[in-house]
Every structure is written in structure tokens, then in C-alpha cells.
């Protein structure tokens, strides 16, 4: 499958951004979805995935309670809204695929098999 991250831009810290991840060239049914990113200078993170097969949804302790995950099976799409912004969320955020994953691999980038092309977020001070 193909992935393709959308939704980034220029927002005020305290501001609110929705990222979608749509996928083609197949469904992602049966795909467990996750986001990273990953900021000028450093190594790509994990924020948040969402299962196929259970119910749940996991996020890194520096975003829980801000953003939220969620899908859309009739639309091949993932989204993360992401809420109470701050210049620290800024980075370029991939949206990512990945089947079988087991709960202690969720947040490991190389468990993930597909990755969209990145949509970057500044958050302004």
C-alpha cells in the first residue's frame, strides 16, 4: 500500500492541526497504523498508533492527553488530531503501516513496513 500523509502547516502554539494519512493502491484494512516524527536534528519518535484486529489506541507520554488517533476504515484513512499545540510538537509527522504487531513493538519504527512521505508542522512561540 501506498501512504500519504496530509493535513500539516503553520499554527500558534496553543493551536489545534488534523493530520490524515490516506491510503491507496490496496486498503489498509487488517493494518495496524501508527505516527511518528521526528524534528530537525534528532531521531524519529513515536506518537500515536491504532490497532486493526483489538480496540486501543497508544500514544508517547509527551503527547497523550493532546492528541488523538483515529480511523476510518470506509475511507482508508488515519487521522491524529492534534490539540494544545507547542513549538516542541514541531517536526515533520509520517504516518506509518504495519501488520501483527504485538503491544511491546507498538512505538518501534522498525516494526512498521510502510511509511508515508512526511507532512511537516511548525508551531510558532
Known amino acids: 500500500i501506498q501512504l500519504q500523509a496530509s493535513g500539516g502547516g503553520l499554527v500558534q502554539a496553543g493551536g489545534s492541526l488534523r493530520l490524515s494519512c490516506a491510503a491507496s493502491g490496496g486498503t489498509y484494512s487488517g493494518y495496524d497504523m501508527g505516527w511518528f516524527r521526528q524534528a530537525p536534528g534528532k531521531e524519529r519518535e513515536f506518537v500515536a498508533a491504532?490497532?486493526?484486529?483489538?480496540?486501543?489506541?497508544y500514544y508517547s507520554d509527551s503527547v497523550k492527553g493532546r492528541f488523538t488517533i483515529s480511523r476510518d476504515n470506509a475511507k482508508n484513512t488515519v487521522y491524529l488530531q492534534m490539540n494544545s499545540l507547542k513549538p516542541e510538537d514541531t517536526a515533520v509527522y509520517y504516518c506509518?503501516?504495519?501488520?501483527?504487531?504485538?503491544?511491546?513493538?507498538?512505538?518501534?519504527?522498525?516494526?512498521?513496513?510502510?511509511w508515508g512521505q512526511g507532512t511537516l508542522v511548525t508551531v510558532s512561540s
Open positions: 506509518a503501516a504495519a501488520t501483527g504487531l504485538i503491544t511491546s513493538s507498538i512505538g518501534n519504527i522498525n516494526s512498521y513496513n510502510y
Open positions: 491504532t490497532r486493526w484486529r483489538r480496540s486501543g489506541t
